[in-house]
Each structure stands twice: as C-alpha cells, then as structure tokens.
C-alpha cells in the first residue's frame, strides 16, 4: 500500500517530452483566446468598412489612405494582420499534421505554410507602417486626386 | 416497471416479422485482397436486434460470417460495430430503430487494423488505455485500515467516465484517431479523466503530464463525434475539455 504499483506490461513507450514549452498547449491556447479577439476584430473591420455612413459604396483607394493614415486603424489592421495570419497558419498546421502522414510530406506543406505567413506578414507589416499615399517625386498622373490638393 | 402476472391473457396477438436486407464488409485475410460487400436476407421481428441478424446469418446462413460479442447485454463491449454508417453495439441497435426499407449497411469500426469480417486487432486502442494508467495509485494508508472514505459529491465528480465499457465506439468514430493511430483516442482520455478528478487518487499529475503531450488532448478538435458514438451517453468531448482545462490548471 506504500509503494506505486508500475503501469501492467509494457512500460511508457512514447518518447518522453522534452522539458522545453509545451508548443501543442500554447498552439492550443492561442487558438482559443485570438479566435474570440478576431471575432471583434473582423466584425467590426467589416462593420466600418460596409456598412457605416455610406457603406460598401464608399470603399476606394481614398477610403483607404484615410483609414492608414488614423493611428487608431493602424493599430487595429496591425493587430488583426498578425493574430489573423498566425491563427489560419496554426490552423492550417494542425490540418496538415492530421492529414499528411509522409514525413517529407509533411514538412514541405508546413515549411509552405511557414513561408506564406511570414511574406504576408512581413509585407501587410511594411505597409501598415510605411504607407504613402502621396510618394514625393511621384509623376501626377498616377496619383490620386487628393494628393494635388494639399 | 411492470410486474408480470398470472391473469394475463396468454397469447398476445402474433408480432409480425419481416425481411431485412443486411450488407455486410465481408474480409477473410485467406483469401480475399479486399474487404467486399455481402448481402444477406434475414427475417426479424421489429424488437429483434442488429446482434440477432449476425447470429441468424452466422447460424442458418453462412457459418463463415466472424465477429465478436460476449455479453450480448450492452455491457461487456465486444460488439462495436458500424451500422449503417454509425458506430454503435449490435447487441443494443434494435430492428425498429432502423430504415428497414432499405438495406442495412454493417462494417468493423473504422481506423485499427482488420483482421477478419466484423473483427478488427484492438490492440493499439489497449495500448493507449494502458500508458494513462488506469488504475488507482495512492500511497496513504485509509483511516482505520479500512475503505477510502468519499463524499457523494467527490464521486459524482467523475461518474459519467465510470460508465466506459472500452467498446472502442468513440476512439473508432474520431477522424483525428482515423489519420492518426499515435492520438490517444477519446477512450484513453475518458479513462484518464476517471482518475485525474478521484479524490483518493494520487497521481493526477503524472496523467495530466501523459495527456499533455504532442499527441495528447491538443488533438481533439472537439467534432463531438465521439460523444455521439458513445452506447453509454457517456460525454465524452466533455471529459477531454476538463481534462484540457486541468492541463491548464495543473490541477484537476
């Protein structure tokens, strides 16, 4: 009655886990507390975007600038970039490690899926943060028209 | 529940059976490459069941015909099988339940290796029972050397994963167990939970620490079909999301 009686058989056979972080809870975790972010995020992006004053009407590159311009909707575009783009290449991990059994397989979709994040996020980054709608020195026919005005 | 008495009249009026048409996955390792269909006509009552059909085909038709059953009571857990595309034990699916008008579809539960007709090698579901260690480890002694004393509401906190038969229903309905045989499977899990949330177990932390591994909990991606499999009403979606909310804890 003192001693721990040892599991029947076979012993643990899987590889035991390094003592590191735990990815597969964190992975989890992140899943569940962006996911209830982005559903605030997204919906109020779309509710701004189409359906506020003259709704999907008013959707132009002006609309645009005017929003990247407002720090508030820097922050906010930045925000969902990064928990948006994280969450669907997570996701997409998870679907892969179900789905792909080959080894090889595997870790050429996931290296993809790794690529594909990171070159979205870095350049949805890039022009969250150093978005001009009037370059200087740009010719003017191609600039739009607000840009003459100041 | 009614009592049977003596001034019943005899004979009721006569039940009457009709034919039902079951097709089976048919798999003899001796000489077949692939599993076939085979279908068979049966006469059943209404209140007869999946389990009585295997036995009529097995008896009066063609004695080949493989699959497991002990208890034929809903309690041993040997006869888990699809039935018309659903994990379900034949011993508790009655005729009645089921479209007779069309045929009825029969096949081993899916994702563990076949071995003959209905019969699949259950071994690697026993597996991953055993490596949650299903077994109660404490190391104090009861008071007075007798039982370990429990409130009602302490046993009723892990009731619902006693009931488990180890039938392999839900683990053979989970898509991620399908794709992957390494998933523990919502029955390891449910037979985890059973011991982490006891009172008089002692080693909830080192099941916690087996289950939050790579293939662990974090696998369920919580589709409810193992729930719906479950011939006990067992929830066991439920019991994997407490078990994942006492990984997060570090406690049960």
């Known amino acids: ?150 | 529940m009614s009592t049977a008495t003596i001034d019943q009249p005899a004979a009721p009026e006569a039940i009457e059976s009709f034919t039902v048409t079951l097709i089976i996955r048919r798999f003899d390792p001796e000489v077949d490459d692939e599993p076939r269909w085979q279908d068979f006509d049966v006469e059943m009552f209404p209140t007869d069941r999946i389990l009585d059909a295997l036995h009529k085909i097995k008896w009066e038709q063609d004695g080949s015909l493989s699959f497991r059953r002990s208890c034929a009571h809903g309690v041993c857990g040997s006869d888990a099988m699809r039935i018309n595309g659903r994990n379900r034990l034949a011993c508790k699916t009655l005729i009645k339940d089921l479209d007779v008008t069309k045929p009825v579809y029969v096949e081993a539960i899916k994702g563990l290796p076949l071995e003959k007709d209905l019969i699949v090698d259950m071994e690697p579901f026993f597996e991953s029972f055993k490596e949650v260690q299903p077994f109660l480890m404490a190391s104090s002694k009861p008071a007075d050397g007798k039982e370990r004393i429990q409130t009602v509401a302490q046993r009723a906190r892990f009731d619902d994963t006693t009931k488990c038969i180890l039938c392999a229903a839900c683990t053979s309905s989970c898509p991620v167990f399908w794709t992957d045989g390494q998933y523990f499977g919502p029955a390891a899990i449910v037979n985890a939970h059973r011991f982490i949330f006891d009172s008089r177990d002692e080693n909830a932390a080192v099941r916690l620490d087996i289950l939050n591994d790579k293939e662990g909990v974090w696998r369920c991606r919580t589709t409810f079909n193992c729930t719906e499999a479950c011939p006990r009403g067992i929830q066991v979606t439920q019991a994997i999301a407490e078990v994942k909310q006492a990984i997060m804890r570090g406690k049960p």
């Open chain 1, 1 to 150: 009655m003192t001693t721990t009686i040892e599991a029947p058989r076979s012993p643990y056979s899987r590889a035991p886990r390094g003592r590191g972080v735990n990815w597969e809870k964190w992975g989890w975790i992140y899943m569940r507390v962006s996911g209830v972010v982005l559903i605030v995020l997204i919906f109020g992006h779309l509710f701004v975007n189409l359906m506020v004053g003259e709704g999907v009407s008013a959707l132009n590159f002006g609309f645009v600038a005017g929003k990247l311009a407002d720090p508030f909707w820097r922050v906010w575009d930045i925000v969902m970039l990064w928990l948006a783009l994280i969450h669907g290449g997570n996701g997409m991990r998870t679907l892969v490690n179900d789905y792909a059994t080959a080894r090889l397989t595997r870790g050429i979709l996931k290296l993809a899926i790794l690529g594909a994040v990171v070159v979205l996020i870095v350049l949805g980054t890039l022009v969250v943060f150093t978005f001009d709608p009037c370059p200087a020195g740009a010719p003017t026919d191609l600039l739009p028209l607000f840009c003459q005005a100041s």
